[in-house]
C-alpha cells in the first residue's frame, strides 16, 4: 500500500511539473501560432499581408527567449540541484565626463538615461548568450516539449475514452483505449519533464567561447586588484619605514655624532647620549622585526601554517581554538593569503564582533584548504564593497579561492575560506 501511494504522490509531481514545462517551452511556439491565426483570420492573400505577422513572431521570440531561458534555468536548479550558469555578460558603470557627455562603454551621449538605454542595447546584441537564448528557444519546442506534452496529452486521451467520446467509440475499444492511455499517462509521468534537464545542460550552458571571455574578464579584473594591492601594500611600508625605522637612525646617526662631539669636553654627557643611542638601535630593531613579521612572519617559513596560525592566536586578545588534522605545507603565496585571511578575521571579531572566543579550522582535502574562522560575536558582518571582507574575497579570488560568510544578527559569524591547490 505505501508503494502506491509513493507511487501516485510521484506521478502526481510529475504530472504537474510536465505541465509546467510545457507551458514555459511552449510559450514561444503559442505567439507563433497566434502570429498564424492572426493572418489567416485577416485574409492573408498577398505575401506582403505575412510581413506584419513575421515582425510579431521576430519580437515576440526575442522578447521572451531570455524569460524562457531564465525560468528553465531556475525550474532545473529547483527540481535537480543543477545550476545551470547564465554566462550573460555585465554591464560596466556609466560615468560622466568633464565635458557633460556620459560614456557607456561603447559611445557618448547627452544623458545618463540615453546612455544606459544603448549600453542595454549593445550588450544585448554583442551577448553570445542572447544568440544561445534565442537557439533554445527555438530548440526546446521540438524536444523538451514534445516529450514533457506526452502525459497530458495521454490524460486527454484517456478521459474522451473514459467517456465514449473520440474515434474510438463508446464500446469496450473506446474504454480499453481509455485505459491504455490512462496508464500510459501515469507511467511517465515521472520521467516526461527529466527531459528538459538534459535538454538545458546540452543547449543552454555557456559555450567554451563564453567560458574563455568570462575567465579572460575575471583574470583581468584579479590582476587590477592584484596590483592595487600591490601598491597599497608598499605605500605601507615605505611609510613604515619612513615614520619608524628610518626616524629613529636619523635621530640614532645625531646622538652618536653630538656623544663624538662631547668625548673630550663632556664624558659624562657623551656616555649618557650612547646609552640612548644604544636603546633607540634596539627600538629600531624591533620596529624592524614587526616590520619584516607583517610582511613574512618567520614562524610561517620556518614552522608552516598551522604553527603559525597558532602562534598568531596567542597574541589575540580572545580566547582562540586552533584544529587542524596535522602539519600543513602549502606554496609560500598561498600559505601567506590564508594567514593574513585569518589574521584578519580575527582582528575583525576583536575589534568589530566584540568577540570573547573563536574557532579556528584547517582542514586539507583533496581540492584544496579549507579554513574556517568563527566566533560568539554580535554577527551582522557582510563583504560589502570597499570593506575588508570584500578585499580579502579579492585577494583570495587571485588563487581561485572563494569566501562565504554567513553572519546573522545576533551571531555567531562564520567565514569560511577555500583555495585549491594540489
Known sequence: MGRVRSWVVRAGVGFWRAAVVVAVCMLVPAVWAGAVGLAVWCGAEHPWSWIGPAVIVCAGTLALAQ???????????????????????????VMQLSTGYWWNGFSYERSRRDAVMDQRMRLWWSDPATWRDLRFAVIAPFTAGPAAALPPAALAVAALGLAGVGPAGSGTIGRLVGAAALAVAVGCSPYAWRALHRVAVRFLGPSAAMVLAERVDELTSQRADATVAQAAEIRRIERDLHDGAQARLVALGLSLATAEALMDRDPEQARTLMREARAGAAASLTELRELIRGI?????????????????????PLDVAVRAAGPLRLDPPIESAVYFGVAELLTNAVKHAGANRAHVSLVRDET???????????????????????????RLAVFDGTLTVTSPHGGPTRVRMAVPCE
Open 67 to 93: 524569460s524562457v531561458c531564465r525560468a528553465v534555468r531556475a525550474l532545473v536548479a529547483r527540481w535537480t540541484g543543477t545550476a545551470i550558469p547564465g554566462g550573460y555578460r555585465e554591464a560596466g558603470p
Open 296 to 316: 613574512s612572519p618567520p614562524v610561517l617559513s620556518e614552522r608552516g601554517l598551522v604553527d603559525a596560525v597558532r602562534a598568531l592566536a596567542l597574541d589575540v
Open 368 to 394: 584544496g584548504i579549507v579554513v574556517e574562522v568563527e566566533d560568539d560575536g554580535r554577527g551582522g558582518a557582510d563583504a560589502r564593497p570597499g570593506g575588508g571582507l570584500a578585499g580579502l574575497r579579492r
